[in-house]
Structure formats: structure tokens, C-alpha cells
């Protein structure tokens, strides 16, 4: 568990810098098989709220505990200014394809810019500073 911890620890420094966001988890959800998404209070979803996580606005890279997506095979960052939100979409390989996708409302006022993180059925919201 160490071990992890300073990998991640070692990635966020990586990412981050000035062209990068620092976002705090706010609330979790997930998709019910009634199709409604319900508030995760226990259970791993839960367990993030508060926690923080840095994405890379160039890159798309993520490090942290939600959405950590550093070490997939591939990131597309969609952002088309003014008007638009930031967009991460990442793409994983390999036995599990999951497709992962951070929108980031970079045009929002003030320093906190609200974020939603759909990661595998899970929807997870916030905000990020950079």
C-alpha cells in the first residue's frame, strides 16, 4: 500500500505544475439497474469523497484516487475556448475497455470550476482550482 501511495505521490508531482488542475471530490454516485444513479454513501465510491486528484489540461494524464488514469495507454483532451468546458476523455486497453470521461467547466466564474467524472458506472462531482 506504501508502495502505491508514492507512486501516486511521485505522478502528482509529474502532472501537476501550472497547466494543471487540482480537484476535490465532492459527492459519488452510481448507476442503479433501474437506471437512476444513487448517492454512494458506503462502499469504494463512498470512500473518495474528499479526496483530490490532478489532471493535466495538456495531457489529460490523472493522478490521484478517482479517476486516476496516469498510466493508460491513452488520453484525449478536448478543450474548444471560450466557451466550452475542458474535457478529458481517456481510453483504457487491454482485458477490461472502459472508456472514461472528466468534463471540467474551465469557463465557470471564480477560481472553483465545477467538474463530473463518469468512471465505470460511477459518477463522481466537484470542483478543481488550477
Known sequence: ?????????????EIGGPDSYD??????TQLG??????????GPEAAVVGSS???NKDTGRIAGGVG????FESHTVVHTPPDNPFYVVSIT????KNIDFLSIRDWAQGPKKP???????SVYTGTCEQ
Do not use: I, Q
Open 68 to 71: 486516476n488514469n496516469a498510466t
Open 23 to 28: 480537484c476535490k471530490v465532492l459527492a459519488a
Open 115 to 121: 467538474f463530473l467524472l463518469v468512471e465505470s458506472g
Open 53 to 55: 486528484f490532478v489532471v
Open 33 to 42: 439497474d433501474g437506471g437512476v444513479l444513487r448517492e454512494r454513501t458506503e
Open 93 to 96: 486497453h487491454g482485458p477490461n
Open 1 to 13: 500500500m506504501r508502495r502505491l501511495e508514492a507512486e501516486n505521490l511521485a505522478l502528482r508531482r
